[in-house]
């Protein structure tokens, strides 16, 4: 009997360290934005890989796979370190914006319509303005609080779901809402700055 592709594929344990290293290092990192954090979730996906090999049907490269593993480890820590990180406190991130949320009523907690942040637009069949984008945005969410960057990672990159978000970081729906609003307007300004306007500017 023939054998399919994705049952020819093997793991290769040994190797993971120095072909998926650095990948999954840099995934981690984005997200818990603290070196030894990081390191520390990279050790635990590669353990748990270890121990879970006979899982791996060969559906998806071995990284696809370690960083499903990843996934799942970042968000453990998250649930670990809710309390120390305290998510549902805004009182450490408020400024000005805070005028733009409508205060009171079903709707408190959500953006005034006349406040509402555009849509970013990039030209999909452009590949050099999608990869100046992307460099600029991850710059910029290196530059956020680093509360606001993790909703905004977990919601817009990795489109996890309102509740998942709310019951992982022990989060208000209503904070949660006013959290991504700030990103999301926060990142805005900053593409504005260093990359709309800079490029204006070279013309």
Known sequence: MTKSKSQERKLDPERWLELYGD?????????????????????????????????FA?????????????????????????????????????????????????????WKATRRPAEWMIDANDPLEQKEFWYHLNSCIEELDKKLAIVFVLRELEELDFKNICN??????????????????RLRLCLEKNWIEAETDKI
């Open 58 to 110: 060969g559906h998806s490269t071995e990284q696809t796979w370690l960083i499903g593993i990843l996934k799942n480890k970042i968000m453990d820590h998250f649930r670990r370190s809710k309390r120390e990180i305290s998510f549902d406190a805004l009182d450490a991130i408020s400024d000005k914006m805070d005028e733009d949320f409508i205060e009171t009523g079903p709707d408190k907690g959500t």
């Open 168 to 185: 992982t970081l022990a989060i208000s729906h209503t904070n949660l809402r006013v959290m991504l609003y700030r990103a999301r307007k």
């Open 23 to 55: 990948i999954l290092f840099r995934y981690s990192i984005k997200y818990v934005r603290d070196s030894m954090a990081a390191e520390d979730l990279v050790q635990e996906t590669l353990l748990a890989g270890l121990k879970s090999q006979g899982s």
